[in-house]
Structure formats: structure tokens, C-alpha cells
């Protein structure tokens, strides 16, 4: 199979490769603008097949009790995606616009080898635990706890890191025994749809179980949510998309996970090394062009030496120059998008009306009329009220914000609606542990550790999503708990 020659990409619906009764859309390299080609654009139709095959061989087949079975899919799928990994680099560059040297981890390889974690944890886990006898309300009775799959998944994802966030969903709901249907971004349909041929071509997953539908239709993921033959909607993207989810679940009362949007801090206290903080604060900012949940948009400076801190910041974010994602060195690439680009312009333009400055950035680069470029920008001159400082602008701009200390530097970070991720430096680890411990968000960074890594949980706190992705926690999202209790005698 040859991933990237003659695109035109399938459905997967019911263990068929399948064209959408909508046609066809484009799909599109944001460095360059260029059509890529085209993917298959579902139709409301199509979408009501593909959950009623996940509803089918849930219902019907021992998907959901054959562990081996699953392990062995999940394990093929990994090793099919590392047998074709060049491939998917060169598709996840010209689609997702993502830096090269970012393949290597988030954007690409880092999920695949993620997936061990998934079948490594199905294999161990003890999807049963006996309570031993008692006598609840005087009945000798022996209890037990199950736990099983919750049934058929609908997981909708975003643009911004497609391969982690999808297989961040599919493994641990195929490992724990669900059937489920992926609706990926319109701006990325590619990067699932070849999950759906490397599964077809080299796995041994039983029709219906994995379902792939791209669609150029927003609307099309929405019935995800609606439709009653769906148990739980895995989903990752905008607060507000979010809610909407959220809300067209309610009428069928199904789980939702959200894993959502973010405005998180970097919290520099004043024993810190201030000028490498504030360097590795705008690297951060900067990488894959802004367009990562967690990354920390707010620097929060002692405001003694604000001016000081402002400068670090702008010297390595101004050396960031936007560039060819190809390139092996680029660590900014496009944004996906000229809406996106656009919608970033106007946050920058917002922040020159609230009264605050350039220190590096603020628009286009002059360099670039074609690609959907934005300079890594440093704000400075405004408090944690602007609405740069509020909202989630999803582009390489860091906003640099005063605090009078630690209590302070807190207060400012919890001051927000989401509560997604954080970091806090100070060569003092009880001070930077009090700080962490105090900051209202799902994923601490203390001194440059990383927390992202197969086996930790990721997830949000307040307005940044309900429930964990990856982990154990990961895992047992999507499981039910049943409570069994056996009459004695
Ligand atoms: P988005 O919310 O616009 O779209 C996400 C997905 O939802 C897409 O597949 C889209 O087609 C679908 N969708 C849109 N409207 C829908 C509806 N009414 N019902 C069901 N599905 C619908 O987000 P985006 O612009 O693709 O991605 C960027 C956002 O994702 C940012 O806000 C970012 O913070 C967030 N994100 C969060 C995490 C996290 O783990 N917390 C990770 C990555 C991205």
C-alpha cells in the first residue's frame, strides 16, 4: 500500500473502504496552500451506518469479552502504522502542517508506540474483583465487581495533533472492549482516514467494530451525540464545540469526556532563573505554531522585573521565525488554516486596542504570501483582564503578565475559566510544589518535567474538559462498573 500516491481517501464503514454519499472535499497543505487532494465527505446517511455497525458488533459479536482478540488488533494496528511510519510523516507534514521534528514525538510516533500501553494495559487488567461474603442487611451474599465495556463510542477529534488524539481514543476504547465510530476534523481528514486502510489491509479487527467517517459537515459529528445507539462521546476540541456536545447529549443521557480548550500559566517566582525561564516559556509557545491545548500562553513575571522578563522572552520568540514544516530544523510551521490565521490577527489586534505592545511578532511574517503564517508574538503592557489573556487563541502568542508574588502569581492563574495545565520554576522545590499544589488545573510542569507520557492521565479542570484521556484513568473512561451479588445460601 502506498499512502500518499493517488489520494483519494475512504470511509470505513462496517469493515468496508467506502466513498461518501456527499463526494468528495479537499483537503489542504497550510504551508503552501496547495490542495492535497481529496477525502470521502460523509453524509448523515453514511454516519447513521457506520453507528449502526458499531452498534451491531457490539451487540452481537464477543468483541466486548475477547481480550486476546483485541489485544492482537490493537498490536497489529501499531506495528502496520510503524511499518508505514515515513509515509504517515510526510502526510501528517503536508496535512497538519506539523513541524518535522515534532513527527518524531506528539505528532506521530509517540501515539503509535502509545498504543502498547493500551493493549499491554487490556492484558493485566483485572476486569474483576471479588469483595468476598458478606451479609448486607442480614442475606450471606458473595460480591463481586465487574467491570466491562461501556458499548459503542462515538470519538470526535481536532486538527491540531490528529494522530495523538485519535489513537489516544481509539486505543483504550477498542482495549477496553467498545465498538466506536471516529469523525476527525475536516481540516485533517487523512490522517484517520488511512488508520481505516491500514486497518482494512493489516489488521484482523472484526467489521463494524472500527468505523471511520469523514466529513466536511460539522453536523455530520453532531448526530454522534444525538443518536441513541450511542453509549459515551470521547471528544476533544474547542470549549464551545464542548458544550454543544454536551448539550445534544443530554436527550439520550449518554457519557460524555471532553477534553477541551485551555489559557494556561507559566508561574516564574522570583528566585527563579528568570531569563532561561522566560526562554523556554516562548519556545514552548511557539512549537507546532501555538496549536496545542496545554500549552502555557500566560508568563507570569515578578513585576519588579517585568521589563527584564518581557525582553527574554521577545529575544527567543523573535529568533522563532515561522517556517517550512518540511524543514528539519522548524520548530513554528503554519497555522492550519487562513480562518484560523485570521481569527488569531484579530486576538492581536485586540490587544493593541486594550492598550498593550508588540515585543516581537504582531502579524504576517513580510517574508510569506503564500501558507498560513503568523509570527511567534510577544504581548506586553496588559493584565490578566485583556482578552488575550482571557481566550484561547491557539496561534504562537504569549502574553507577559506582572504578579507580586506567590500568592499573587496564583490568584492570576486560577483566574480563568479553564484550568487545563501549568508550570511553575523556582530552584526552591517546597516553594514551586506549594505553588503546583494550589494551581485549579489538570497537568503540573514543575522546572521543565513533562507530564505528557502514555501511562500519566491528561485532562482539565473547570471549563477544560470532564474526565482524563490516556493512563489508567485514560483506560477506565471507558468502562462500566457492574456490582454483582450472589445469594450465599
Ligand atoms: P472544534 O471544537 O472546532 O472541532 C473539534 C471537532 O468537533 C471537529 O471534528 C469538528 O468537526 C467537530 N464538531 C464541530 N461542531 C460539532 C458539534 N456541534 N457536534 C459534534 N462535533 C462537532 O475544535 P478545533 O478547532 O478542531 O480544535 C481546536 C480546539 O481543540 C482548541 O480549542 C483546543 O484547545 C482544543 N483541543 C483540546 C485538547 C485537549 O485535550 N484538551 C487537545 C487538542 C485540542
Not at 12 to 32: C, H, M, Q, Y
Not at 73 to 98: N, W
Not at 353 to 363: L, Q, S
Amino acid at each position: 500500500m502506498s499512502i500518499l500516491a493517488d489520494r483519494e481517501s475512504r470511509l470505513l464503514i462496517d469493515g468496508k473502504l467506502v466513498a461518501g454519499s456527499s463526494g468528495t472535499f479537499a483537503t489542504i497543505n497550510p504551508a503552501t496552500e496547495e490542495t492535497l487532494g481529496v477525502a470521502a465527505d460523509a453524509s448523515a446517511d453514511d454516519m447513521g451506518a457506520a453507528i449502526g455497525a458499531a452498534r451491531r458488533s457490539f451487540d452481537e459479536s464477543d468483541w466486548s469479552t475477547d481480550v486476546e482478540l483485541r489485544v492482537r488488533c490493537i498490536r497489529q494496528l501499531q506495528e502496520a502504522m510503524r511499518t508505514h511510519v515515513e509515509e504517515l510523516r510526510e502526510l501528517t507534514i503536508s496535512e497538519v502542517g506539523a513541524p518535522r521534528m515534532l513527527t518524531a514525538a506528539a505528532q506521530l510516533e509517540g501515539p503509535v508506540d502509545d498504543l502498547s500501553f493500551c493493549a499491554d494495559t487490556a492484558e493485566s487488567y483485572q476486569w474483576s474483583s471479588d469483595l468476598g461474603i458478606a451479609s448486607p442487611m442480614g442475606i450471606k451474599t458473595h460480591r463481586t465487581v465487574a467491570r466491562e465495556a461501556i458499548g459503542v463510542v462515538g470519538a470526535i477529534t481536532p486538527w491540531n495533533f490528529p494522530h495523538q488524539i485519535n489513537l489516544a481514543k481509539i486505543g483504550p476504547a477498542l482495549a477496553a472492549g467498545n465498538t466506536l465510530v471516529l469523525k476527525p476534523a475536516p481540516d485533517t481528514p487523512w490522517a484517520a482516514a488511512v488508520l481505516g486502510e491500514l486497518i482494512v489491509e493489516h489488521t484482523d479487527f472484526p467489521a463494524g467494530v472500527v468505523n471511520i467517517v469523514t466529513s466536511s459537515d460539522h453536523g455530520v459529528g453532531a448526530l454522534l451525540s444525538k443518536d441513541a445507539r450511542v453509549d459515551m462521546v470521547s471528544f476533544t476540541g474547542s470549549t464551545n464545540t464542548g458544550r454543544a456536545v454536551m448539550a445534544d447529549s443530554a436527550a439520550t443521557l449518554k457519557k460524555v469526556f471532553l477534553e477541551l480548550g485551555g489559557k494556561s500559566a507559566f508561574v516564574i517566582l522570583d528566585d527563579a532563573d528568570l531569563a532561561g525561564a522566560c526562554s523556554m516559556a516562548a519556545f514552548t509557545a511557539s512549537m507546532h505554531a501555538g496549536q496545542g491545548c496545554a500549552i502555557t500562553t500566560r508568563l507570569l513575571v515578578p513585576r519588579a522585573r517585568y521589563d527584564e522578563a518581557v525582553e527574554a522572552a521577545a529575544a527567543t520568540m523573535g529568533g522563532l521565525k515561522p517556517g517550512d514544516p518540511t524543514k528539519p530544523g522548524t520548530i513554528c510551521g503554519p497555522v492550519i488554516s487562513a480562518r484560523q490565521r485570521d481569527r488569531i490577527q484579530s486576538y492581536l489586534d485586540s490587544a493593541i486596542a486594550e492598550g498593550g505592545r508588540f515585543a516581537c511578532g504582531g502579524g504576517r511574517p513580510a517574508d510569506r504570501d503564500t501558507g498560513f503564517f503568523i509570527e511567534p508574538t510577544v504581548i506586553a503592557g496588559l493584565d490578566n483582564s485583556a482578552k488575550v489573556a482571557r481566550e484561547e487563541i491557539f496561534g504562537p502568542v504569549l502574553t507577559v503578565i506582572a504578579h507580586d508574588g506567590d500568592d499573587d502569581a496564583v490568584r492570576i492563574a486560577n483566574d480563568s475559566p479553564f484550568g487545563l495545565s501549568g508550570t511553575v520554576f523556582s530552584p526552591d522545590a517546597e516553594r514551586a510544589n506549594a505553588v503546583a499544589a494550589r494551581l485549579r488545573v489538570g497537568t503540573v510542569n514543575i522546572n521543565g518535567g513533562v507530564w505528557y507520557s502514555a501511562d500519566m492521565p491528561f485532562g482539565g479542570y473547570k471549563q477544560s474538559g470532564i474526565g482524563r484521556e490516556m493512563g489508567l484513568a485514560g483506560f477506565e473512561e471507558y468502562l462500566e462498573i457492574k456490582a454483582i451479588a450472589t445469594a450465599a445460601g
